[in-house]
Every structure is written in C-alpha cells, then in structure tokens.
C-alpha cells in the first residue's frame, strides 16, 4: 500500500494527472471539429503542461534550497528535464505559424512564477502574476482554454469561426468551474491579500457561482452551428459531474478530492467522448 501511495504521489506531484487533463480537453477539441488524432500537438501539450506545471510549482523551491531537496524533488526535477526535452522535440514537429502562439502562452508562464513588477501591485514578495489579487483563477482559464482549443485547431490550420470562439468561452468557463474547490480548500492556507473568490464574496455563494457557470457551459452549446447529439450528451453528464464536486467541496475535504478526482474531471469527459464515438469497439 506504502508504493502504491508513492506511485500515487508520484504521479500526481510531478503533474502527470493535471497534465493528461489538458492533453483530454485538446484532444476533445480536435474531435469536436471532426480533426483527426494529431500526435505531435497533442504530445507536445502534455510535456508543455508538465514541463510549465512543474517549473511554476518548483522554481522558488529548487532556487532557494538546491543542495537540501528531498529525493522526490529531484526525481521530480530529472522527470521535468525529460519532459522539457520531449516537448522540444515534438515543438518542433508543429506548424510554424503556432510557434508565436506558443511563445505567448510559455510568456505566461514565465512570469507566473518570475518576479518581474512592483511589488505594490502583489500580495507578498514573490512579485510575480500568481500574486496578482483576484487574478490567478483566470488567468490559468485562460491559458487553459488557449492551449487546449486554439492551439490545437491553429496547427491543423482550422479557421477560426463561431463555433470556435463559443468552445473556447465553454473552456474557459469550464476551468474555472473546477478551480472553484481548490479556491475553497486553500481558504485556510491563503492571505486575505490573495483575494480569491470564496474569500470574497463566501463559500454558499462560490458555490451559487458553480452552479450557475455550470448551466452557462452546457447551454452555450447550443448556440453552435454543428452541436452533435452525442456531444451534447456527454456534455450534461461533465456539466452534472462538475456541479456535484463544486456543491461538495469543503476546506476540510480529502487529500485527492481536487488534486485526483477534480483534476480527473476533463479525462473522464475525454473516455465518454472516445465511448460515444466507438472508439472501444
């Protein structure tokens, strides 16, 4: 049970788990307009999310304290190393009209972790994005949304339509929506100068705000010009799934209820795509 435990860990601290949950939602983009299986752009975001997740969790950590990490740490950095290279390796497999697209978004991650601006502007020293009061919940929307709906859809050079732009406010919506049981874990760790959603305006309405963002990201999609039955179907099981784990959430909650099983949301909604489109059988 001690190795399972371990793997478990393992698996979830050097962002594995949160990893495939991009890879998920990009590859469900791709099916949502009929795109075939691109390896390189799919493979590429899932070493990008774990080389970007590990870095931004990681740096102060490795800056600070590099000759006393604990094992799991450097493991954990050999790992990333890996990962870097491979995302490299299929980076430069993409098209070269997403390579700026991509500079974009590693921009961001850059300066979520680096301090870069004043120090009037954050709620500690770190004076990086991440410190920014009230932006952090959006701003990984964002990036979310970006990565795993456009930049899938710009390296098959898909155009930009409608449909598009509705999906990529469905993601950003939707990423929001399962941070929304981090926000309200972390209330018992985070400085008020943070500024979060739960710390503003409550736990009951934070979750009101789950609920109703929820009925906007399942109803959105009806004003698509191609919404499939099967989609649509799927869609309501995550929207309800999503809701539940929101209305449930609590600061006292379980080690993995986000970091597992909130996380494991987009991956859930990926196999009931790849059930509904028969790839099983």
């Not at 978004?105 to 500690?124: K, V």
């Not at 399942?218 to 539940?244: G, N, P, R, W």
């Not at 059930?275 to 099983?280: A, K, L």
Request: proline share 2%; hydrophobic share 55%; charged share 15%.
């Amino acid at each position: 049970m001690n190795v399972f435990k371990q793997i478990l860990n393992f698996y979830i601290n050097s962002s594995i788990h949160v990893a495939l949950a991009v890879f998920s939602m990009a590859w469900i983009t791709l099916m949502d307009f009929n795109l075939s299986y691109d390896a390189n752009v799919l493979y590429f975001i899932f070493y990008a999310s774990i080389t970007g997740y590990n870095f931004v969790k990681f740096f102060g950590i490795a800056k600070f304290h590099h000759r006393s990490l604990t094992t799991w740490l450097k493991l954990i950095q050999i790992f990333s190393l890996i990962c870097f290279i491979l995302m490299c390796y299929y980076g430069v497999m993409l098209e070269e009209s997403t390579m700026l697209y991509i500079a974009g978004f590693g921009l961001i991650t850059f300066l979520y972790a680096i301090p870069f601006l004043p120090t009037r502007f954050f709620r500690d020293e770190k004076n990086n994005l991440r410190s920014i009061a009230g932006l952090k919940v959006y701003l990984i929307a964002l990036v979310w949304s970006g990565v795993t709906v456009f930049l899938p859809l710009l390296n098959n050079t898909y155009h930009i339509n409608q449909d598009v732009l509705i999906t990529g406010a469905q993601r950003f919506l939707f990423v929001i929506i399962l941070m929304l049981p981090f926000e309200i874990r972390d209330l018992q760790f985070d400085s008020l100068k943070l500024a979060t959603i739960p710390q503003k305006i409550g736990v009951k309405r934070t979750k009101i705000m789950g609920f109703v963002l929820g009925m906007l990201f399942f109803f959105l999609e009806f004003f698509k010009d191609d919404a499939q039955e099967s989609q649509v179907e799927s869609l309501l099981i995550i929207t309800i799934i999503s809701i539940l784990f929101v209305v449930f959430s609590k600061k006292g909650q379980g080690k993995y209820y986000c970091s597992f099983w909130v996380e494991g949301i987009p991956v859930l909604w990926l196999l009931l795509y790849l059930i509904v489109q028969g790839y099983f059988l």
